[in-house]
């Protein structure tokens, strides 16, 4: 078995001094005898440690590859279990960990007793108990939550939620179970159902009850959610249709959640008590213009080039959050990976809606097309010959209906050639030709929102907003943006691996993923060791997890980078040896739930379909 094993970058972390107390006694004992007593020995002081590396131990096959067939793990200390969504199969699959190094499967777990032809999309478990989010067959139905025993499997109770619920967890005391119910559209977008979450009390699992946090309230406020930051771009949408929930965090004390709106660049602020949205928290974007927010944006040019871009900037859109108390203030992390809306993408019908048998455009409301697609790379969105020479290929109708074309700003984008009716460079596939951002943001706009046209009549961008931010970040409780790693994670894998920079999650190729998104960070956990708290982000394209001291929410330091994939191995030829591939879902066991009482770190690989397994190392302060 190879061991992977990177060291920790020691160095960066500080030492913390300790001290030791001592006690005396100073008066005269009259005990009445001569015997010496001696002094009480005083409890051994905790001694503070940190990470010095992540060392890879063993891993679970599915024996599926690039079918989801491992993706969220959730681990039950008094059973030494793991419990991990299986898309493939649409159950659990059960892993004994009692030895760490071989996860061993034991069972799996199915909803079909709740709904017939169900699939799971998430776990977690609390106190004995594992809850499942159940999605009906059709995504678009109601789906719902199952409670089972840990131990004996018996399902406990179940309840009826909303669309597509995504996520699940439990709040701190496990009495309270929430879904995040994300509410997807159907394919052709002529059914969105409105996101919500789910409050469940789970007191009584026999008789489950569940409250619905919905986005309702918003409705009819749409243009101010949109200048506040919000992002809303479905057609047809109100903003509950259009809000889509993904992925729950709590706070220490249960009181208050915060639910990541990935699609909307936004979180939103849930009161657990009423059961109700208080907020919605836009996230703003990323200055990619700005040293040290630098990216590789061309998957063609054949080198790394990491570097600042003026007027691109990045969507944060988190995936995976979570949540931890310093100084009794609440702080979020956020696993910024992004994502687009493609709806329709595989359908002829959407690419070729809205125009005659000629190809010509008809000029009809692009509202009512089967689909709606919001990325576009932006050697088309400016090209000099406007969009329709991407008619029928992978043109949006909506985007159409806009303008017949787009140019750059030249005041913004001069530095690349940009001109008042020509892109010059700037389109090259060397330059931002290749990188994808979407349609939908960054064109100059009149006081009533609608396009401010160029004299030809072409959409006039002055800011190209990409997909995610290529890192995570730090956030206060209103949202507020505490930290950022800026570029470090491409600067990291592209220094421990240059000649596999930025590849894609399925295939071995370098700088793939440049043009879309980079390393693409899309899941986190947090762990407590002693009194630091340490951040583990999983990088789905790249693959591996990158581990930051995150105890001072302003200065985080990195600690290491693992990564189990062998890059040696062709991936699509010989999946069963390429190691871990795209991880989805992390959880971190601590040394007091573990089976060998030394923390753990668990890792839900979706490509590969493995479970992979970490033995987190630690060393005294003091050395």
């Not at 994300?182 to 996101?195: F, R, V, W």
């Not at 974007?285 to 007027?311: C, F, M, Q, Y």
Request: aromatic letters at 8%.
């Amino acid at each position: 078995m190879k061991t992977w094993k990177l060291a920790a970058a020691a160095a960066l972390l500080p030492l913390a001094l300790l001290g030791c107390g001592s006690s005396s006694d100073d008066g005269d004992d009259n005990n009445g005898d001569n015997t010496e007593v001696p002094p009480p020995t005083p409890p051994a002081a905790e001694v503070a440690q940190h990470i010095t590396s992540v060392d890879f131990l063993g891993r679970y096959e599915a024996g599926s590859y690039g079918v989801s067939a491992a993706e969220i793990p959730a681990y039950d200390p008094a059973t030494k279990r793991v419990f991990v969504v299986n898309a493939l199969s649409g159950k659990i699959d059960i892993l004994d960990l009692q030895i760490p190094a071989t996860p061993s499967h034991i069972g799996t777990l199915d909803a079909e007793a709740v709904l017939a032809g169900a699939e799971i999309n998430s776990v977690a478990v609390k106190n004995g108990m594992v809850a499942v989010a159940v999605q009906a067959p059709v995504k678009t139905d109601p789906g719902y939550v199952a409670l089972y025993d840990a131990a004996s499997l018996a399902l406990l109770g179940s309840v009826r939620v909303g669309a597509l619920p995504d996520m699940v967890t439990f709040t701190p005391d496990g009495k309270t179970v929430l879904v995040a119910n994300e509410g997807e559209p159907s394919d052709d977008y002529t059914i969105d159902p409105e996101g919500s979450v789910s409050v469940i009390d789970v007191t009584n699992p026999a008789a489950l009850t569940a409250r619905t946090a919905g986005f309702t309230e918003w409705n009819g406020k749409e243009a101010a959610l949109r200048t506040q930051g919000v992002r809303l771009v479905g057609p047809r949408a109100t903003a509950a249709q259009d809000i889509e929930p993904e992925y729950i965090t709590v706070s220490d004390d249960g009181a208050t959640a915060w639910v990541a709106l990935q699609e909307n660049n936004a979180l939103a602020k849930l009161d657990v008590a009423s059961a109700r949205i208080t907020d919605i928290l836009p996230l703003g974007a990323k200055d990619h213009g700005v040293e040290g927010n630098g990216l590789d944006v061309s998957d063609t040019d054949g080198a790394i080039n990491i570097r600042p871009w003026a007027g691109v900037k990045g969507l944060y859109m988190p995936d995976g959050i979570a949540s931890y108390t310093v100084g009794g203030a609440t702080y979020i992390v956020t696993a910024n990976e992004g994502d687009g809306r493609a709806w329709g993408e595989d359908n002829d019908a959407y690419w070729n809606w809205g125009r005659d048998a000629d190809g010509n455009w008809l000029g009809l409301d692009a509202s009512e097309a089967p689909g709606f697609v919001d990325e576009f790379r932006v050697k088309h969105l400016v090209h000099k010959s406007g969009f329709d020479r991407r008619a029928g290929d992978d043109l949006p109708p909506q985007l159409r209906q806009l303008a017949p074309g787009g140019l750059l700003d030249p005041t913004v984008f001069a530095y690349c050639g940009a001109a008042d009716t020509d892109p010059g460079d700037c389109r090259e596939d060397e330059n931002l030709g290749r990188l994808t951002v979407t349609w939908t943001m960054g064109y100059k706009q009149n006081a009533d929102g609608t396009p401010q046209l160029s004299a030809d009549g072409r959409l006039v961008y002055d800011t190209l907003y990409a997909y995610g931010a290529r890192s995570f970040s730090i956030r206060d409780a209103n949202g507020k943006l505490v930290w950022d790693s800026g570029d470090q994670f491409e600067k990291i894998t592209a220094e421990r691996y240059p000649e596999w920079f930025n590849s894609g999650h399925d295939e071995t190729i370098f700088d793939d993923r440049s043009d879309n998104k980079g390393p693409e960070p899309e899941g986190v956990t947090l762990g407590k060791i002693g009194e630091k708290t340490y951040a583990f982000v999983g990088l789905e394209r790249m693959g591996g997890i990158m581990v930051y001291n995150i105890s001072d929410p302003a200065n985080p330091v990195f600690t290491t980078y693992v990564n189990s994939r062998d890059f040696s191995v062709d991936s699509a030829e010989n999946p069963a040896s390429a190691g871990d591939l795209g991880p989805e879902g992390l959880a971190f066991v601590s040394a007091e739930d573990s089976p060998d009482g030394q923390p753990l770190l668990i890792v839900g690989n979706e490509v590969s379909g493995t479970t992979s397994i970490y033995r987190i190392v630690l060393a005294d302060d003091a050395n």
